[in-house]
């Protein structure tokens, strides 16, 4: 990309990812413009069944052209294990909405979206392990439902990653914040970690239970 800037040429690589798809590839310039130090563009993806188009930021400073980032699109998803996508809770879309707001450098309102989505994801799971106590956990504070819901030996590491997100995620919340030295990418990367220890716990408890033993061991009693 070639762009004129009171009267100097600057050059930069174009874009190669799409900010909705995100395929890699060669996009369309549609135009460009300028604007205090500031240049905008608007490309259309060349994957056929995207056609989107998309606006970056470049920042001019430097007798160089800065990429910023892009200003519209959607981040891309985390992998989800199936365990989680079958709970069908409102976990995943809440999660995409506050990454969405993350990406759009609305980090107070994304950090309270994710602290929200945990909420969803730990009732969610709960229920799905005991139907029966589904009108209880609606209405209980998540703190209370990860004390009393995870105590045996096999979720202890799970019940300690739920307890630290929800503080982290409080903090973000809350008016006052406690853990100053941790961050929104820290709450992230804990619900990553809830996730796995989830997953990870559901898989065990299905394969001991399914699969059993087929052989019969030989008798020690023979004449």
């Not at 799971?125 to 139907?131: E, H, Q, T």
């Amino acid at each position: 990309m070639i762009v004129d800037y009171n009267g100097k040429r600057y050059s930069t690589e174009n874009p190669c990812e799409c900010s909705h798809c995100h395929k890699v590839g060669e996009p369309n310039l549609v135009i460009g413009v300028s604007h205090m130090g500031i240049h905008y563009s608007i490309w259309t993806c060349n994957w056929r069944e995207c056609r989107l188009n998309f606006i970056t930021r470049h920042d001019i400073m430097d007798e160089q052209l800065v990429f910023i980032g892009y200003l519209d699109g959607t981040p891309q998803s985390p992998f989800w294990p199936e365990t989680i996508v079958s709970l069908k809770s409102k976990f995943i879309v809440t999660y995409l909405q506050s990454l969405k707001a993350e990406n759009l450098n609305l980090d107070e309102i994304a950090g309270m979206g994710y602290r929200k989505s945990l909420e969803y994801l730990v009732k969610d799971y709960v229920i799905s392990r005991d139907i029966s106590l589904s009108s209880k956990i609606q209405n209980q504070k998540l703190s209370v439902v990860i004390s009393n819901n995870f105590k045996s030996d096999k979720e202890s590491d799970l019940k300690q990653l739920l307890e630290r997100a929800t503080w982290l995620g409080n903090d973000m919340t809350h008016y006052l914040k406690y853990h100053d030295n941790f961050n929104i990418d820290d709450l992230k990367q804990l619900i990553k970690l809830v996730v796995d220890e989830i997953h990870s716990i559901t898989q065990k408890i299905y394969y001991i239970e399914n699969i059993q033993s087929k052989y019969t061991k030989k008798s020690t009693n023979q004449p």
